[in-house]
């Protein structure tokens, strides 16, 4: 299994314990067609999205370190009431953070680098966290 699939696989695992009853996966999709899709609200989808590894200057005596980026992105709708289906986004983005912030996996510790609103229409609100991890290559 490649190294980007284990450390999805860590935050799935953590996010997954963090919160019952949500839609938690890989992101099944664009976004927008995911949106249409899924049936559970809330949910919060999980994506690879970069790795930047730094140059043979900074490992000549250790392992090369590469940092990783992965989207969360967190979907709430709310058909009744946009203030609440806002605050229900409010709610799971805590839990993601509660799940994500300092998690550590092999070398390395997660942090959010990033998080805004990406849509708001209908009662559907889209949130998207950036996490980074650094790790030392070869140990994933």
Known sequence: MSTIAKIED?????LRAALPGVEVDTLPGPPEEAARRTMRMPAVWVIFRSRTF?????????APEAE?????????????????GARGAYEVLDS????????QYQD???????????DC????????????ISLKEGIA
């Open 10 to 14: 860590a935050m799935l695992a953590a």
């Open 54 to 62: 730094k140059g043979p200057e900074f490992f000549e005596d250790t």
């Open 68 to 84: 990783y980026s992965f989207f969360v992105l967190v979907l709430s709708r709310n058909l009744r009431s946009a203030k609440e």
């Open 96 to 103: 993601v953070h509660s799940a994500l912030d300092g998690l």
């Open 108 to 118: 390395g510790e997660f942090w959010p680098a990033n998080e805004q609103l990406l």
């Open 121 to 132: 229409e209908a009662g559907l609100f889209v949130y998207e966290i950036t996490y980074k």
